[in-house]
């Protein structure tokens, strides 16, 4: 499944001919102020936002199309998965200062 048509001619619409890119519109475009997984739900339907996003569903990768449908369907293995990640997140010790290293590359 690529970009859905209706989808397509409604960012058409907002995006300018020419120059510069200064217009915002939400990933989620459904619930904005909403945290909930409404966003996997537009992946599927074809009207995620960004290529990458949308690429999760269409190149059709088994354990990435099985999370995406997941978490589509299914709100609280969404929430689950998500708490168990930023508290994976926040367990890990960054290295500081001159510790650690930034790639320029």
């Known amino acids: 499944m690529t970009l859905e048509k209706r989808f397509y001619h409604k960012l058409a619409s907002i995006c300018p001919h020419t120059g510069g890119d200064n217009n915002i519109t ?9 945290f909930d997984n409404s966003y996997y739900k ?18 059709k990768d088994p354990k990435i199309a099985h999370l ?7 709100e609280s293995l ?7 990640s930023i508290i994976k997140m926040g367990n890990t010790n960054p290295l500081l200062g001159s510790d650690g290293e930034i790639r320029m590359n």
Do not use: C
Request: cysteine-free.
């Open 68 to 74: 995406v449908k997941s978490y589509a369907e299914n």
């Open 42 to 59: 537009l992946i599927v339907e074809g009207r995620g936002l960004l290529n990458s996003d949308q690429v999760m569903w269409t190149r």
């Open 26 to 34: 939400p990933l989620d475009f459904a619930s904005p102020p909403k």
């Open 78 to 84: 969404f929430f689950e998965h998500y708490v168990n």
